[in-house]
């Protein structure tokens, strides 16, 4: 404990007491609650109001360590063991009792019992767990999550299992994995299914995965007029799987921020204001560690500085803000950010924040803001600021430049993937060269006729971005998807293969046609 710290006063992992109360109950609870959530140092001989080093006299100081560390034995259940040990601040001496994260939640006074015992950190006070609380962190010292329970009650439908199945591996196809079949026995592996004396239940994340069982499991998405929450300018809610929910949020997203251009050469480049790939991972993180104890639900929420994502529940299992900014991570939900692992959605465990401040960075834009509270989590990706912007000491822009934004324009807004009519009227007369291609192509596609439904996912989206701007690029075009360039132009050999797609001209200068 240095002077600095002491300064700064206490938080969520510090505490002082100017005495050792008489009543060790008054500060067990906050032991217990330091062990419950993410550790922290309660200090003896500091004034809480003052911050002023008192001290502990010397004649006493190792009686009052033995009467902490056996009144935390006999008053906890599981046991917690402190380190209790002195240091000299501003020339006195002081006692440090240092908690670590619990590995065997609940921690609760055995006097209470659990339900009313159980007492957890909130801000700077050490306050009783809500029993929702105290269900997750039984699950957290079972070392169980939510997720792989047994869904009670709800069927497992074969039609749901061949769906879930198949998208899975249609996710595979699209991430340019290896192809391999998903079968049931697959997703019985990965705690999914359960086999129960010869019948098959579902856990929580099946039912998350292939429907809209559960009333919580939503992404409520909206836009906002100016930077706060008070007037909408467009709303949309989003249930059913969640791979699902993510796609139709990103695409909320895509559709609600600007999209820019320009002209290189003799070619028209676009990208959206934000990058796409950040906008992605914040939204997967927020299923992923999400809490689905918690009856709240994920939103996304869009404002003229900034984009937001909130999710339901704080920091897992002890895990520290600056652990998590250092890339540490802890799965809250499993199984379910298994499936999304393996449909391609996850790529690396632990490096979503970095990723998204690296996408950030790159786009030039102001550093993205990470915020744990006590019920949840908010990530904020701020658009592009003018040039005379400044930034924070902490690298954050100032309430007063992301004020003086304004408000995105409804213009722009409706442009979103939009290309110009005048674009498209200068591409100008097609060559004979380029109408016997297309002859070409009619003849290959009547001979192998592939109609709408016999598309993927990935080369419909391909059909309807090249029916409004033929000249994007398969870079731009994976960008707009938010998939790899390998993929898309997979699907596009695929599609000139069939004869759906004919590129005319150069790859530089060309353009592409619908047959």
């Known amino acids: 404990m240095t002077i600095e710290e002491i300064v700064r006063g206490e938080s969520k992992n510090v505490e002082f007491k100017v005495m050792l109360p008489k009543d060790s109950e008054k500060y067990i609870k906050t032991i217990i609650a330091f062990a419950n959530t993410q550790g922290g140092q309660l200090v003896i001989g500091i004034d809480d109001q003052t911050r002023k080093v008192i001290g502990v006299d010397e004649d006493i100081l190792f009686r009052v360590m033995d009467s902490i560390s056996n009144a935390v034995s006999d008053a906890c259940t599981p046991q917690i063991v402190p380190n209790v040990e002195p240091q000299t601040v501003d020339g006195k001496t002081v006692i440090v009792v240092s908690v670590a994260p619990g590995p065997h939640r609940p921690y609760y006074l055995k006097s209470r019992g659990r339900d009313a015992g159980t007492f957890i950190r909130v801000a700077g006070t050490s306050r009783p767990a809500h029993p929702e609380k105290i269900k997750e962190l039984e699950m957290e010292g079972a070392r169980i999550s939510w997720d792989e329970l047994i869904c009670v009650g709800y069927p497992v439908m074969e039609d749901a299992v061949k769906k879930l199945c198949a998208d899975i591996m249609s996710y595979r196809q699209q991430a340019g994995s290896v192809p391999r079949e998903v079968t049931k026995t697959q997703l019985v592996n990965w705690n999914l299914l359960k086999e129960i004396d010869g019948n098959t239940a579902a856990s929580n994340a099946f039912a998350l995965l292939t429907s809209d069982y559960f009333p919580f499991s939503k992404t409520q998405c909206a836009v906002f007029k100016g930077t706060e929450r008070d007037i909408f300018l467009d709303k949309r809610e989003f249930t059913g799987p969640v791979y699902e929910q993510i796609e139709e949020s990103v695409a909320f997203v895509l559709r609600n921020i600007r999209l820019g251009a320009v002209i290189e050469g003799l070619l028209r480049k676009e990208s959206f204001e934000l990058p796409v790939e950040a906008i992605r991972e914040m939204i997967i993180n927020a299923h992923c560690h999400r809490n689905l104890a918690d009856d709240s639900c994920i939103q996304v929420a ?165 029916s409004e701007n033929t000249r994007l690029s398969a870079s731009k075009i994976a960008e707009h998807i938010g998939i790899s360039r390998r993929n898309v132009e997979s699907s596009i050999k695929k599609l000139k293969d069939q004869g759906i797609l004919v590129r005319h001209g150069s790859p530089k200068n060309g353009y592409w046609e619908i047959i």
């Open 302 to 466: 869009i404002y003229d500085d900034r984009l937001e994502v909130t999710s339901p529940g704080g920091l897992y299992n002890g895990l520290t803000y600056e652990e998590l900014m250092s890339g540490h991570s802890k799965l809250r939900n499993r199984t379910l950010a298994n499936v999304l692992g393996q449909m391609g959605l996850v790529e690396s465990w632990g490096t979503g924040i970095k990723r998204i401040r690296k996408a950030a960075e790159e786009y030039s834009l102001p550093v993205p803001e990470f915020q744990a509270f006590d019920n949840m989590f908010r990530v904020s990706l701020f658009r592009a600021l003018s040039p005379a912007s400044i930034q924070q000491n902490d690298g954050t822009p100032s309430e007063k430049h992301r004020k003086n934004i304004g408000e995105a324009s409804e213009k722009h807004r409706r442009s979103i993937g939009e290309a110009s009519e005048k674009h498209r009227k200068n591409i100008g007369e097609v060559s004979e060269k380029h109408r016997r291609n297309s002859r070409e192509a009619s003849e290959i596609s009547r001979k192998n006729p592939m109609n709408k439904e016999n598309l993927n996912n990935t080369q419909q989206k391909i059909l309807d971005l090249l």
